[in-house]
């Protein structure tokens, strides 16, 4: 199922000399993470509706099965957009207390740009990448 989620607000422009994640940034921020999470609750019980609409009950298996396919599908991409919810939630809390667009890592500034792209992003990009070579480490 399709969702047609809002139009993005324009790219944050700093303006030189601005001050790291002030209130008028912070705001910026908030306004993206709660449309996403707007977005994802409409789709979600959306998903509710269509599949108490749609329960049918198939006498042919294939079908059965085919809806059954579907249905796994929908309910995975529910569980990770569940998830995103819980990490906009959390990034909500970091833009309340104070500590939103710093790594959690280093405590180095994340970015503008970083966090336009990834808004619930938590790691600098240093500290993500070597998180990551760690991890393809582990796994071998």
Known sequence: MATELRT???????EPG????NSK????F???LQGI??????????TVHTMQDEATVFADPNDRASQETDIAIELRNRDRERKLIKKIDEALGTIDSGDYGYCA????EIGIK????????????DCKTLEEVRERQ???
């Open 18 to 21: 601005e001050e790291y994640m």
């Open 105 to 108: 890592s280093c405590g180095v």
């Open 25 to 28: 940034q912070l705001a910026h």
């Open 30 to 32: 908030r306004a993206i």
């Open 8 to 14: 993005p607000l324009a790219p944050y422009v700093a």
């Open 37 to 46: 999470k707007d977005d994802l609750i409409t789709d979600i019980e959306r």
């Open 138 to 140: 582990v796994a071998k």
């Open 114 to 125: 970083r966090l336009e792209a990834r808004p619930t992003a938590t790691l600098c990009i």
